[in-house]
């Protein structure tokens, strides 16, 4: 069965399992290469509509890492059709101002000063491109269709555009999501950037373990992008024509997935997104590759200078075709903070404040991910930590879980993907980025999912008997 194939199966069994429902769901892909999801549901006649992207280091340019991101915020700003006043002065005053700012950016300064003659131009510039068009005019039309609670986020590496409508606007809202996505203009998209960078250097500055999961990440992943996404965000250069190049790399439809839940005729909905989703004009993409994990040959460590007191991160590949959910609550009972074994075994030798914590699978865009277990003790002793884990991993694998550990791990995993789904737009939302960053055809959250606790400490016992990347972050 092809991948479209296996995926309305998994589709089907994870919505015909909830009964009372009239309406199969539907997977499949519109002739323009979009792939959508309809997930019929009862109660009022809404429609909670999720599209993911791609945003990240698969697709922004290696120079101006968050570029993506900032289009998806640009974008809300209107398209050459909506929001223009005169499309062509518009695009021609834009690229003045998108030269002179990048002159801007290079000039040399006098005293900390850039030039003011070149301060003088730009602003001048931004003022006749504000005189040229309509920001807020998409967003108006888009909540005259109807819509309500428009909202842009991001998930990891991907870009969510999110919104509830109700059934008789879908082949219009269909028609300006093409616009939005072909005739885009990213009005102040330099700007966004900037705010971004601003905002993703202040997050890496205020995380303590930041250099150690770049670390990580570049020594999982060697020679693919997301190899470097670890790194303190730094633009090193950026133009306009950047971010309209990432635009189409981030936007193409083969690289989009749409998810529309709640109370509509399937069948209408279907016709009109692949009516509306008929064809594009950008330039031709490939569907993006999850990253695979190096298999380690043997144990991987390094050492980051800076640290105050001993801490450590330990990366284990997770095993091909391993249950994601299974990974999870198996991680989350081994060292998913306090009362995870692991911290009670480190507290029992000695660590009374140690802090334990467990990403798993680590990171979304890649298959089959790693378990990561970070480790700080802010008493300080021995520096020893990473030393102290690795013995107690491999006597984790002879120690069996007390009765009740495993489904309280379990509890856990499910409690913090309720958590965030908790409306019918949150849970669009969130099987888009699923389906967008794993590139496979099942949602593991929404079939019905029995782990087999029993099988649970053998799966703990393959992933800890890998060779894992063990960073050390130590004074220097």
Sequence with gaps: MNQLGLFGAAVTLAVTAVPGLAQLPVGFRTPDGSMVVLLPAGGPPLVHWAVATPCGPQVDPPTAPGTAAAAM????RGTWATGSLDAEKEKQTLAALDAAE?????APRADGQPPAELVQKVEALRAAAA???DPQAF???????????????FDGDVALLEFTTVPFAVPALARLLVQRR????????????QQLQDSAVAAWDREPLSPLYAEVLALSFPGHPLARSGDRPVVAGFRREFATATWGRAQHPVRTVHVLTGS????AVRTALEQAFAATALPAQEPLVRATPRAQTALRRALVPGAHHPAAVLAFPIPAMADPVAVATAADWFAGGRGSWLQGELVRQGRKRVEVAVRAPWPPASSPGLVVIEVQDPEGGAVTIADEVLKLCAAAVKKEPRPGDLPGAFGTVLHDFELRTHRPLDEAGQFASWLLQTNESTLPWLLPHNVGYPDLPALLQRILDGNPVVIEWRDA
Excluded: G
Excluded at 102 to 106: A, E, G, K, N, R
């Design 73 to 76: 915020l640009a974008s809300m």
């Design 102 to 106: 990048t002159d801007l950016v290079l």
């Design 131 to 133: 005189a040229l068009c």
């Design 139 to 153: 967003r108006r039309v888009l909540a005259a269709t109807p819509t309500q609670d428009v909202t842009v986020r």
């Design 182 to 193: 072909e005739a885009q203009a990213l009005r102040q998209v330099r700007e966004d950037l």
């Design 264 to 267: 509509f005729d399937v069948a």
